[in-house]
């Protein structure tokens, strides 16, 4: 901060970095301290003068209210204890089967009966639109991939059916036939084409996995691929090397077990189709007891936390909750600073507990897939590094079949619109979403040519200087603004929500605010900057 990168590692300067490592750290704590207690008294006051509609009675004897306004957190919640019964179900059969019938077919023969049943259960007959997905998209894989336009064909034909599926909520067996409108009746938890953005990644992976198998595309070898990875031993491949290389078995019934499979088929994390066969004939390694056993227990902090946030933040239903509109438009500068912050990090909360939760049943199961949200929301200063961390096998995904293929990095500013649309889409057909999208991009490309510009040769020498560390850390400070603004738009307040703080950040009071709040964060990066030095030193998180 104070202390040029370049100055030499003397006890006196290991002392400076020190302080400042230390005084950025505050700063940021302060400010996090300063927010919560903010939107925790502007929380219950609120809620005691009963003016948030649809909060509920809590069960729980130290707080009075539980918000449970969101959808995906209510359902998981009250599905947890017979969704956990069930993975214990299936963990331990599993084991027992792999005990003494470990060959693949029969492996297979265990998760499509699972899969299937599992399936069934959430969406009653509309399982049977999944499965003929499944078997249309197999038909195009055997008998096209390979062709010379079998990519660009299967990527319009599934998104086509995305698109189609979501217009219309789904097809109606009544549509086919007077005498098939009962199964339209059948009770069901969640209707079948709300999962169909999951399936057409399993679609996608398995097709292009396949074609590029056929076309017989260069892989990484094992030997130079251990040059570059900690993780690899002889006898431990790690997911990026399974991921990469071409799978040994590709056929109807390992597509519909890999499609179905029930660990990661509601919420995911995503796996491509190479990875998780892969696994399924080798279990993961890099995962011991020890190891899942810390894992596990870290989910349980944070399931801790996010039971306590809904019992005392009630900002999520606030913002989502169209009856509430009248309470986020009266908020000054202020409150609007600190309940966008908890918005955020209940967001992130939320989704890393969904996706740990489901990361641990494939784990325990020998499927080792990549960890989403690898870094905290209020963690991240720059568009690039937070998209990577935060829906992280979701990108990993985006650049293996669609950035990759439209050229990389080459052609990165033309195909990040792409990238970056397809997200949007992909997620909901919503305005606002679209809006988050390329609002992304909008804020991306003065990212990504700045990084360029300043990675020239001829400013070397600047880029070891301590005003090109300031900018930076200014920089990433404006850049946690766009970011929070960005992810609002798309996932709390809304477009109209975007409009009325623009309106309040507009006044000379919120002008000032938002400014110095800029700067306070341009702070709190440098904290960020050392922790990224520490990870390079011992390598991982």
Same mark, same amino acid.
């Given at each position: 901060?104070?202390?040029?990168?370049?100055?030499? @590692? /003397?006890?006196?300067?290991?002392?400076?970095?020190?302080?400042?490592?230390?005084?950025? &750290?505050?700063?940021?704590?302060?400010?996090?301290?300063?927010?919560?207690?903010?939107?925790?008294? %502007?929380?219950?006051?609120?809620?005691?003068?009963?003016?948030?509609?649809?909060?509920?009675?809590?069960?729980?004897?130290?707080?009075?209210?539980?918000? +449970?306004? @969101?959808?995906?957190?209510?359902?998981?919640?009250?599905?947890?204890?017979?969704?956990?019964?069930?993975?214990?179900?299936?963990?331990?059969?599993?084991?027992?089967?792999?005990?003494?019938?470990?060959?693949?077919?029969?492996?297979?023969?265990?998760?499509?009966?699972?899969?299937?049943?599992?399936?069934?259960?959430?969406?009653?007959?509309?399982?049977?639109?999944?499965?003929?997905?499944?078997?249309?998209?197999?038909?195009?894989?055997?008998?096209?991939?390979?062709?010379?336009?079998?990519?660009?064909?299967?990527?319009?034909?599934? &998104?086509?059916?995305?698109?189609?599926?979501? &217009?219309?909520?789904?097809?109606?067996?009544?549509?086919?036939?007077?005498?098939?409108?009962? +199964? @339209?009746?059948?009770?069901?938890?969640?209707?079948?084409?709300?999962?169909?953005? &999951?399936?057409?990644?399993?679609?996608?992976?398995?097709?292009?996995?396949?074609?590029?198998?056929?076309?017989?595309?260069?892989?990484?070898?094992?030997?130079?691929?251990?040059?570059?990875?900690?993780?690899?031993?002889?006898?431990?491949?790690?997911?990026?090397?399974?991921?990469?290389?071409?799978?040994?078995?590709?056929?109807?019934?390992?597509?519909?077990?890999?499609?179905?499979?029930?660990?990661?088929?509601?919420?995911?994390? /995503?796996?491509?189709?190479?990875?998780? !066969?892969?696994?399924?004939?080798?279990?993961?390694?890099?995962? @011991?007891?020890?190891?899942?056993?810390?894992?596990?227990?870290?989910?349980?902090?944070?399931?801790?936390?996010?039971?306590?946030?809904?019992?005392?933040?009630?900002?999520?239903?606030?913002?989502?909750?169209?009856?509430?509109?009248?309470?986020?438009?009266?908020?000054?500068?202020?409150?609007?600073?600190?309940?966008?912050?908890?918005?955020?990090?209940?967001?992130?909360?939320?989704?890393?507990?969904?996706?740990?939760?489901?990361?641990?049943?494939?784990?325990?199961?020998?499927?080792?897939?990549?960890?989403?949200?690898?870094?905290?929301?209020?963690?991240?200063?720059?568009?690039?590094?937070?998209?990577?961390?935060?829906?992280?096998?979701?990108?990993?995904?985006?650049?293996?079949?669609?950035?990759?293929?439209?050229?990389?990095?080459?052609?990165?500013?033309?195909? !990040?619109?792409?990238?970056?649309?397809?997200?949007?889409?992909?997620?909901?057909?919503?305005?606002?979403?679209?809006?988050?999208?390329?609002?992304?991009?909008?804020?991306?490309?003065?990212?990504?040519?700045?990084?360029?510009?300043?990675?020239?040769?001829?400013?070397?020498?600047?880029?070891?200087?301590?005003?090109?560390?300031?900018?930076?850390?200014?920089?990433?400070?404006?850049?946690?603004? %766009?970011?929070?603004?960005?992810?609002?738009?798309?996932?709390?307040?809304?477009?109209?929500?975007?409009?009325?703080?623009?309106?309040?950040?507009? /006044?000379?009071?919120?002008?000032?605010?938002?400014?110095?709040?800029?700067?306070? %964060?341009?702070?709190?990066?440098?904290?960020?900057?050392?922790?990224?030095?520490?990870?390079?030193?011992?390598?991982?998180?």
């Amino acid at each position: 901060m104070f202390i040029s990168p370049t100055a030499p @590692d /003397t006890p006196k300067n290991r002392f400076w970095r020190k302080c400042e490592l230390y005084f950025s &750290l505050s700063l940021g704590l302060y400010a996090a301290y300063a927010m919560m207690i903010e939107s925790y008294y %502007l929380s219950h006051k609120l809620a005691d003068s009963n003016k948030i509609v649809g909060l509920k009675q809590s069960t729980f004897p130290w707080t009075s209210y539980i918000d +449970l306004y @969101d959808g995906q957190l209510s359902s998981f919640r009250e599905s947890l204890p017979l969704l956990s019964l069930f993975a214990f179900v299936f963990i331990v059969f599993r084991k027992i089967l792999l005990r003494f019938k470990p060959e693949l077919e029969t492996q297979l023969t265990y998760y499509i009966i699972f899969g299937l049943g599992y399936a069934g259960y959430i969406h009653g007959p509309g399982v049977i639109y999944l499965v003929l997905m499944v078997a249309v998209n197999y038909f195009l894989v055997e008998n096209f991939a390979g062709k010379k336009f079998f990519a660009i064909s299967i990527w319009v034909l599934n &998104l086509g059916f995305l698109i189609i599926t979501e &217009l219309y909520t789904g097809y109606k067996f009544a549509w086919w036939s007077s005498s098939l409108a009962f +199964l @339209d009746r059948v009770p069901h938890d969640l209707p079948w084409w709300r999962v169909t953005n &999951l399936c057409m990644l399993k679609v996608i992976s398995y097709a292009m996995d396949y074609h590029w198998s056929i076309l017989n595309l260069p892989t990484p070898t094992k030997e130079k691929h251990k040059l570059i990875c900690s993780e690899c031993t002889e006898s431990i491949d790690c997911l990026d090397y399974r991921t990469k290389s071409h799978a040994s078995h590709y056929s109807f019934k390992a597509f519909i077990s890999y499609f179905f499979y029930p660990p990661l088929y509601l919420a995911g994390p /995503t796996i491509s189709y190479n990875a998780w !066969i892969s696994h399924v004939q080798v279990p993961q390694q890099t995962f @011991d007891a020890k190891r899942l056993g810390m894992y596990i227990l870290r989910f349980f902090m944070i399931y801790f936390i996010l039971e306590w946030s809904i019992h005392n933040l009630y900002f999520p239903g606030i913002a989502s909750n169209p009856r509430n509109k009248r309470l986020w438009e009266q908020f000054n500068v202020w409150e609007l600073i600190a309940t966008s912050y908890v918005i955020l990090n209940w967001i992130w909360l939320k989704f890393t507990v969904i996706w740990r939760y489901f990361r641990i049943w494939a784990l325990l199961d020998g499927i080792e897939c990549v960890e989403n949200m690898v870094r905290c929301m209020s963690n991240s200063y720059c568009f690039e590094q937070f998209w990577r961390m935060w829906h992280r096998s979701f990108n990993q995904w985006l650049v293996r079949y669609l950035f990759v293929p439209l050229g990389g990095r080459k052609y990165k500013i033309y195909n !990040i619109w792409v990238v970056f649309g397809f997200v949007a889409l992909w997620h909901d057909l919503t305005l606002k979403l679209l809006a988050w999208g390329w609002g992304m991009c909008i804020f991306i490309m003065p990212e990504v040519l700045a990084k360029a510009y300043f990675q020239q040769p001829k400013f070397a020498e600047f880029r070891k200087t301590l005003t090109y560390n300031w900018l930076c850390a200014f920089g990433g400070g404006f850049y946690i603004v %766009l970011l929070m603004m960005a992810n609002l738009i798309g996932f709390s307040f809304g477009i109209e929500g975007f409009y009325i703080a623009m309106r309040e950040f507009s /006044t000379p009071e919120g002008s000032w605010m938002l400014f110095k709040f800029t700067i306070y %964060l341009g702070f709190c990066v440098h904290f960020m900057f050392a922790q990224r030095k520490a990870e390079e030193k011992f390598k991982g998180f």
